[in-house]
Nanobody, 122 residues
């Protein structure tokens, strides 16, 4: 079992930056693919970014060039650096993990965090 806990929630102005962290517990995550999803009010949850166990990454088109996902396996932590934030990035952001280390966007993750709120004001 893997427990995931997001941190870094905040209110920022458009154009600002924010870094989310996802600390994991239960077992080492080095063999897992890790993901960040988000869900805005009234919308479906969507995949934002993924990183494989080998370090390959995937980004949704809406965040490509602005967001960066990274991982520190020694700290069992995954990060999402968000730059040039826009009001449409406002959402609850969820960290997730897949036992399949190569799963970037092929199937739903196996474990989920509780989510953290990000609000971008215009």
């Amino acid at each position: 079992q893997v427990q995931l806990a997001e941190s870094g929630r905040g209110l920022v102005q458009a154009g600002g930056s924010l870094r989310l962290s996802c600390a994991t517990a239960g077992r080492a995550i080095s063999t897992y693919a890790m993901h960040w999803f988000r869900q805005a009010p009234g919308k479906e949850r969507e995949l934002v970014a993924s990183i494989s166990s080998g370090g390959s990454t995937y980004y949704a088109d809406t965040v490509k060039g602005r967001f960066t996902i990274s991982r520190d396996n020694a700290k069992n932590t995954v990060y999402l650096q968000m730059n040039s934030l826009k009001p449409e990035d406002t959402a609850v952001y969820y960290c997730a993990a897949s036992r399949d280390g190569d799963n970037l966007n092929n199937s739903p993750p196996d474990y989920w965090g509780q989510g953290t709120q990000v609000t971008v004001s215009s």
